[in-house]
C-alpha cells in the first residue's frame, strides 16, 4: 500500500520554488487521498465536493454488485420502503423514508444477512392524466420522464436499492399481473359489478372508495366535495376477509399499535352475517337483491320486517322507483321535512323461511342514528331490541319470538329456529354463521356494519384496464389470461371529462366473447391504483418472470417483508388493502405467509413554516414577509400572519427542494440531517440551521489526527497510569455505542436519531484522546474504525474516504477489519469483552458521572466505594461531605449494557450537589 502523505502548511521560511508551484497547485484545485495518495487535513466545501464526486461513483458500482442472489448460508433481510409514485421531483419526505431504509439495509448487511432493498414507481393514475392534459401530452410520456429524473435523483442520493428488480405498474410487463390476479379474483366470486350510490370527486371526474373520502367529507387527493352518483361499478369482496384481517392484527407485534387499532377500528366487529333478500318487484328477467346486515344473526329466524334508510342507494334507481305507487313515491320525496315511517308496498323474500317480509322507508332517530351513515338498512328482529318491537307493534306487524331467556349470551336459548332451535345465543350464532358460510348464495358470514366491500373501478384513462369482456349473452366474462395483458390503447387526447376516455378506442373496444364468440365490447373503467400497489412487494421476488407473477418458492424465501417503511396517511388505505390482497394470495396457495409486512416503521411527516394572512388565508412565500419585528408580518400590508408548521406543500410555500441542498450542503450532511435530531416516527420540523451545524467536519478531524500521528517517527507506547485510564474508558464508551446503536436499529421504532446521538457522543470521546493513546493505541484505533463503519450508513461518501485515509496509515495496531475493502463492505462492530465494568455513580440520586472499575470487583461494594473516594469525581463531589448510607446495585442497566451502580445518600442540607451528566 502507497505510503500515506499528511497536507502540511509551512511553519517558517519561503518554500522552495518547486515546494511552491505544488502547494499552490493544490490549494486551487483540491485532490483527494483516493486520488493523490495525500491526505487533505482539512474538510470544507471544495474537499467535499472532491469526495462526493469521487465516491458517488464508485458507490454505484458497489450497489450493482450486490444483486440479490439467495445464499444458503445468510439469512435473509427484506427491507422494503413504500414506492414513490413519479410526481416530477423528489421532496423531503422521499429523502427522509428513503435514507432510513437505506441505514436499515446497510446495517443490516454489515451483519452478514442477505438484503433485499428494492425500488420501483407506483406509475399509474389521476396526477400523471391531468398534468399530461394540462401539457398537452401523453401520460406515459410524463410519467417516464419522470421517472427517469427521479431514477437520477435517488442514485444522487447514494441509495444502495436492488435496481436490477425495479418494477413500474404502468409497464404491460406489471399489469398484466394485476390482471392476473383481478381474473383470479372474479373466477373466486371475490370481485363483481354494480350499481351503487359511489363518491363522485367533480374536479378529478372519478369515483373514490370510502377510504378515500377524509371526515369532512372532501376528496383525499383534490380536496373537492365529494358528491353522491349512481353508477354501475367495480368491487372486490373484502368484506369476505374482514374478520380474518381483524384477527391476524394480532400476529404482527413489531405494528405500532396505534395502526393496528386505527384498522381494527375501520373494519369495525365482524361477528355478524350479511343476507341476501330478493325483492319481490316486477322487471321482467331482472330482480333485485338486498344484502343486508345484522349483528344478530343468531336470531335470523325472527326476521319481520326491512327498513331502508332515505338515502338507500334503491331510492335513487329510476327502475326501483318507478315499482312504487306514486302516492309512495310522493311521500319519500318529503322525507327530508317530517320524520315519518313509509311502508313502500313490497316485499322481500326471507332467504331462510322464503316469508314475505314488508319494506318500510324510515327517517326516524330510534331506527337510524345520525352517526351510523355507513347503515344503509335495518333488518327488522323484534325479539333483537325493544326498538325494533315497537316498531313492529306500532305498525301492526306479524313476529314470531325466537329467544327466551333474560338477556344473557350464554343462557339465552332460541326457539322457533328450525335446525338452531334449542342451542345457547352464542353457540347459536356461530352455529348460523358457519351455515351461512357453508352456503354462500345466502349472505356473507362474519361481516361488520362499518366495512363495504372496495370500490375498485375508475372512470379515467390512465389506469390498469380491467380485464373484463361484457357480451348481451354471457354477461361478464373475464379475458383468457392467455390473453393477458389487456394493453392499454394510445389515445390521440383524453379530456378528463367524466365519461370514460377507453370508449374513445373503437378497435380496442369492440371485441368477439371468449364464451360464445359473438360481438361483445371490453369494460372501459380501469383499477384504482390502489390495486396495483397492493401486491408490488410479491413481484419484487421475481420481477422478471413471463410466465407468472412470481414462482412460490422465490416468494416465500424472501416473504414477509422483514420491515415495511412508509407514512401513517396509507394506515386505512394502502396497508388494508396490501394485507387484503395477500390474504386472498395465501388462500389461492401461491403464497406461505398470510400476512405481508412482519415490521411496520412508520415515519412521520416533513414540516415547513408557512405564513397565512389572517384575514384571506393567502400563503406568503418566506421573500413576502417581514421578520424585522419578533412577529412576522405581510410586506405589503404589515398584517400579522398565522405563523404554523404544515406538510410541506408548493401551494403553501413551505417546501424545500432537496436538489439546492444537496448542492450547497452535499449529499452526506442532508442524509444525516433528515434524521438526526427526532425518531423517525415523529414529524420533522424542517431547519436549515441543522445542515449548518454539520458534525461530520469533527469526524474527518479525528481521521486526520489518527494519520498524522500515526505515519510520524518515534512512536511509543508508554503504559503509564494514564494511558491505561482512557484506554479503559475508551472501551467502555465504544462498548457502550455499538451496544446502543445495535439495540436502536432492532428496536421496534428503529430509533435512528439516537443513532446518531450515540455516534456523536463517541467521537467527542475521542477527540479528547491523547496523543500517545491516538499513536499506539489498539483500542483507540479500533474504535474509531468502528466510528467510521457505523457512520457509513448514513454518510456513505466521506466515510469511504476516511476508511481510505485510515487503511493506508504506516502503523497499524488494530487487526479486527479488513483494510483492503471498503467501508461498505465491512462487518459491523462488536463489542469487545472488556475485564472492565462501568460503575454509575449518582448523589442523592444525582448522576454526576461513571469510572470503569475492575470486574472481578463487581461484588465487593468496600472495593468499588474506596475506588470512587479516590477519583477525580470523588474528590470533587465526596470530600468534607457527610454520608448517611450508600445504595449499591451490581447489576443496573446502562445504555444497552450491564454496569454496576453506586449512590451517595448525604446528610440534608449539609452540601449543595453539582448536577453532571454522564457522558
Known amino acids: 500500500m502507497a505510503q500515506l502523505g499528511v497536507r502540511r502548511h509551512l511553519i517558517s521560511g519561503l518554500p522552495s520554488r518547486t515546494q511552491s508551484h505544488g502547494y499552490i497547485w493544490r490549494k486551487l484545485v483540491r485532490c483527494i487521498y483516493s486520488k493523490t495518495g495525500i491526505w487533505e487535513d482539512e474538510y470544507n466545501a471544495s474537499t467535499r465536493q472532491e469526495v462526493e464526486a469521487y465516491w458517488k461513483e464508485k458507490i454505484h458500482k458497489y450497489n450493482e454488485s450486490l444483486a440479490y442472489k439467495p445464499q ?41 444477512k442477505q438484503v433485499l432493498h428494492p425500488i420501483g414507481w407506483d406509475a399509474f393514475g389521476l396526477p400523471a392524466e391531468n398534468a399530461a392534459i394540462e401539457r398537452g401530452l401523453h401520460a406515459d410520456e410524463w410519467t417516464y420522464s419522470n421517472i427517469d429524473y427521479m431514477r437520477k435523483q435517488l442514485k444522487d442520493l447514494s441509495m444502495c436499492f436492488n435496481w436490477e428488480r425495479e418494477v413500474t405498474t404502468c409497464s404491460p410487463d406489471y399489469y398484466r399481473w394485476t390482471q392476473y390476479l383481478f381474473v383470479k379474483m372474479f373466477k373466486a366470486g371475490l370481485a363483481y359489478q354494480k350499481e351503487a350510490l359511489v363518491n363522485w370527486d367533480p374536479v378529478d371526474q372519478t369515483v373514490l372508495a370510502n377510504e378515500q373520502v377524509d ?85 335470523i329466524y325472527g326476521a319481520a320486517y326491512i327498513v331502508l334508510a332515505p338515502y338507500h342507494t334503491l331510492l335513487s334507481k329510476t327502475e326501483f322507483m318507478q315499482c312504487l305507487s306514486e302516492e309512495v313515491r310522493n311521500r319519500i320525496q318529503k322525507l327530508d321535512k317530517t320524520t315519518q315511517d313509509i311502508d313502500l308496498g313490497i316485499c322481500a323474500v326471507h332467504p331462510l323461511t322464503n316469508q314475505l317480509l314488508p319494506i318500510y322507508v324510515s327517517n326516524s332517530p330510534s331506527i337510524f342514528n ?68 357453508d352456503n354462500n348464495s345466502l349472505g356473507e358470514a362474519w361481516t361488520s356494519p362499518r366495512q363495504h366491500d372496495w370500490l375498485v373501478s375508475r372512470q379515467r384513462y390512465w389506469g390498469t384496464p380491467l380485464p373484463i369482456i361484457h357480451c348481451e349473452k354471457c354477461k361478464a366474462v373475464p379475458v383468457p389470461e392467455s390473453d393477458l395483458p389487456v394493453i392499454l390503447p394510445k389515445l390521440k387526447s383524453v379530456s378528463g371529462k367524466g365519461i370514460s376516455p377507453l370508449l374513445q378506442a373503437t378497435d380496442w373496444l369492440n371485441v368477439k366473447c371468449p364464451q360464445c364468440g359473438g360481438d361483445a365490447k371490453r369494460e372501459t373503467d380501469t383499477m384504482d391504483t390502489f390495486v396495483d400497489s397492493a401486491w408490488y412487494f410479491l413481484r419484487y421476488t421475481d420481477p422478471h418472470n413471463e410466465t ?52 411496520l416503521l412508520v415515519q412521520g411527516l416533513v414540516k415547513g413554516q408557512s405564513y397565512k394572512v389572517a384575514s384571506t388565508g393567502q400563503y406568503l412565500a418566506p421573500h413576502q414577509v417581514d421578520f424585522s419585528d419578533d412577529e412576522p408580518v405581510a410586506k405589503e400590508t404589515g398584517e400579522k400572519l398565522i405563523v404554523q408548521w404544515e406538510k410541506m406543500s408548493k ?63 518515534g512512536n511509543t507506547n508508554k503504559q503509564t497510569q494514564d494511558v491505561e485510564r482512557q484506554e479503559d474508558e475508551i472501551k467502555i464508551k465504544c462498548n457502550e455505542t455499538i451496544n446502543m446503536i445495535t439495540e436502536s436499529y432492532q428496536s421496534r421504532n428503529t430509533t435512528l436519531n439516537l443513532v446518531i446521538n450515540n455516534l456523536i457522543g463517541l467521537a467527542n470521546r475521542l477527540a479528547k484522546a491523547s496523543d500517545h493513546i491516538i499513536k499506539s493505541s489498539t483500542t483507540y484505533e479500533r474504535a474509531l474504525c468502528s466510528l467510521v463503519i457505523m457512520v457509513a450508513p448514513f454518510a456513505p461518501h466521506v466515510t469511504s474516504e476516511m476508511w481510505k485515509g485510515i487503511a493506508g496509515v504506516s502503523n497499524h495496531a488494530a487487526a479486527d477489519f479488513d483494510l483492503e ?48 473516594m479516590k477519583s477525580a469525581i470523588g474528590r470533587e463531589h465526596l470530600n468534607n461531605v457527610q454520608i448517611r448510607k450508600v445504595i449499591y446495585n451490581p447489576s443496573a442497566k446502562f445504555k444497552g449494557s450491564t454496569a454496576a451502580l453506586i449512590n451517595f445518600v448525604l446528610e440534608t442540607n449539609k452540601q449543595k450537589v453539582k448536577k453532571k451528566s454522564s457522558e
Not at 361499478?233 to 395502526?259: C, I, M, R, T
Not at 328482529?381 to 327466551?404: M, Q, R, T, W, Y
Not at 433528515?674 to 423517525?680: I, R, Y
Request: hydrophobic fraction near 40%.
Open 215 to 299: 371526515e369532512n367529507g372532501c376528496s383525499w387527493r383534490s380536496g373537492a366535495k365529494v358528491e353522491k352518483r349512481l353508477l354501475k361499478q367495480w368491487f372486490l369482496k373484502q368484506q369476505h376477509y374482514n374478520k380474518a384481517l381483524v384477527e391476524s392484527l394480532e400476529d404482527l407485534p413489531d405494528w405500532p399499535s396505534g395502526v393496528k387499532t386505527m384498522q381494527a377500528a375501520w373494519i369495525g366487529d365482524c361477528d355478524g352475517c350479511t343476507f341476501n333478500f330478493k325483492l319481490q318487484i316486477n322487471l321482467g328477467d331482472s330482480s333485485f337483491i338486498l344484502p343486508i346486515h345484522t349483528p344478530t344473526p343468531e336470531l
Open 548 to 599: 407468472e407473477p412470481f414462482v412460490k418458492d422465490k416468494a416465500d424465501s424472501l416473504m414477509p417483508v422483514d420491515m415495511y417503511v412508509g407514512g401513517q396517511e396509507h394506515a386505512l388505505l394502502h396497508l388494508l388493502y396490501a394485507r387484503f390482497f395477500n390474504h386472498f394470495i395465501h388462500d389461492q396457495k401461491m403464497v406461505s405467509h398470510k400476512e405481508p409486512f412482519k415490521r
Open 651 to 713: 401551494s403553501k410555500h413551505n417546501g424545500v427542494n432537496p436538489e439546492e441542498l444537496l448542492a450547497k450542503y452535499g449529499t452526506d450532511a442532508v442524509r444525516i440531517a433528515v434524521l438526526k435530531n427526532v425518531p423517525p416516527r415523529q414529524d420533522m420540523l424542517w431547519d436549515e440551521q441543522d445542515l449548518e451545524g454539520d458534525w461530520i467536519p469533527n469526524v474527518w478531524k479525528l481521521v486526520s489526527r489518527f494519520i498524522k500521528l500515526r505515519n510520524e517517527l
Open 72 to 112: 444458503d448460508n445468510k439469512e435473509k433481510y427484506y427491507v422494503l420502503s413504500m414506492f414513490p409514485y413519479p410526481s416530477g421531483k423528489l421532496h423531503m419526505g422521499h429523502v427522509r423514508v428513503y435514507t432510513i431504509s437505506d441505514a436499515v439495509a446497510h446495517f443490516h448487511r454489515m451483519n452478514g
Open 821 to 868: 475493502k471498503d467501508v461498505l463492505e465491512q462487518q459491523w462492530p462488536q463489542a469487545i469483552e472488556s475485564d472492565l465494568l462501568p460503575l454509575i455513580i449518582k448523589v442523592n440520586n444525582n448522576n454526576i458521572g461513571k469510572i470503569p472499575v475492575p470486574l472481578q470487583h463487581r461484588q465487593n461494594q468496600d472495593t468499588l466505594q474506596d475506588l470512587v
Open 370 to 437: 345520525e352517526d351510523e351513515t355507513h347503515i344503509e338498512c335495518r333488518l327488522g328482529i323484534p325479539s333483537a331490541n325493544k326498538e325494533l318491537a315497537e316498531f313492529a307493534l306500532h305498525h301492526g306487524i306479524d313476529f314470531v319470538p325466537v329467544l327466551v331467556g333474560e338477556e344473557d349470551l350464554d343462557s339465552d336459548v332460541l326457539i322457533n329456529s328450525k335446525q338452531f332451535s334449542g342451542l345457547a345465543r352464542n353457540k347459536g350464532r356461530v352455529a348460523v354463521l358457519d351455515y351461512v358460510k
